[in-house]
């Protein structure tokens, strides 16, 4: 999971495992929460997000699982393959009203998966 | 469409020196952020926009100064640039929408900046 340091919580995993990196977040007031992924020397790009009124959302290869009572998000991806060796972080806001002004996310500190041919 | 450009991608400054990084969006978003990014420390918002002409402070702004004078280039300043702004920035660029619930954020590549 996410954690204070300079260095990053790491998951090695070998072609074809399932991975599951997590996060852990502190505002109560979150309601809404992203994965992105960040390649090496690129942007972070956004996998999945999912709202508070659900504990459960799926993409492709890709599972977001939410525990408001222990304030917990994972991310499960499946069949991992060597592009989804990345930085992966969590992001989240509280609820904001409709077309509000102040809509920021806030970044949890990642963890670097490596995928293991 | 090129998405959100950031320009330069490196730079190398000493202290003392001043410089603007630009970013620029085609997508038409209102909302713009900058970001920047430290080894073990995830991504600490800088400053944002919510439309041409307005900006505000985020999470760790101080040294930096920001403008949008058009709603496809927000400009972040560094008037005397300082050895703890050695950091990759982000910009960032989102859609005003009727729900918060598909706030993706399109990003930038990123601009590293070294001040010895």
């Known amino acids: 999971g996410e954690s204070v340091g300079l260095h990053l919580p790491t998951l090695s995993v070998q072609e074809g495992d399932n991975s599951i990196i997590n996060c852990a977040y502190s505002?109560?007031?979150?309601?809404?929460f992203i994965w992105y992924k960040q390649e090496s020397g690129k942007g972070p790009q956004f996998i999945i997000d999912?709202?508070?009124?659900?504990d459960k959302r799926q993409g492709q290869r890709v599972t977001v699982l939410l525990n408001k009572t222990v304030k917990h998000l994972s991310l499960q991806i499946a069949a991992t393959q060597p592009g989804d060796s990345a930085v992966y972080f969590c992001?989240?806001?509280?609820?904001?009203?409709?077309?509000?002004?102040?809509?920021?996310?806030?970044f949890g500190k990642g963890t670097l998966l490596t995928v293991n041919p | 469409n090129a998405g959100v450009t950031q320009t330069p991608k490196f730079r190398v400054l000493k202290t003392g020196q001043s410089m603007t990084l630009l970013c620029a969006q085609d997508?038409?978003?209102?909302?713009m952020y900058w970001y920047r990014q430290d080894p073990g420390m995830g991504l600490r918002l800088i400053h944002y926009?919510?439309?041409?002409?307005?900006?505000a402070k985020g999470e760790v702004p101080d040294g930096y100064n920001v403008s949008r004078l058009k709603k496809q280039n927000f400009l972040l300043g560094l008037e005397s640039a300082a050895p703890s702004q050695t950091s990759v920035y982000f910009c960032?660029?989102?859609?005003?929408?009727?729900?918060?619930?598909?706030?993706?954020?399109?990003f930038g590549e990123g601009s590293r900046l070294t001040v010895l």
């Open positions: 960032a660029s989102c859609p005003r929408r009727a729900s918060w619930y598909t706030g993706e954020l399109f």
């Open positions: 992001a989240e806001t509280p609820v904001q009203n409709s077309g509000g002004s102040n809509y920021k996310l806030t």
């Open positions: 926009s919510v439309g041409e002409g307005t900006t």
């Open positions: 505002n109560s007031a979150s309601d809404y």
């Open positions: 997508m038409n978003h209102e909302y």
């Open positions: 999912i709202r508070s009124n659900m």
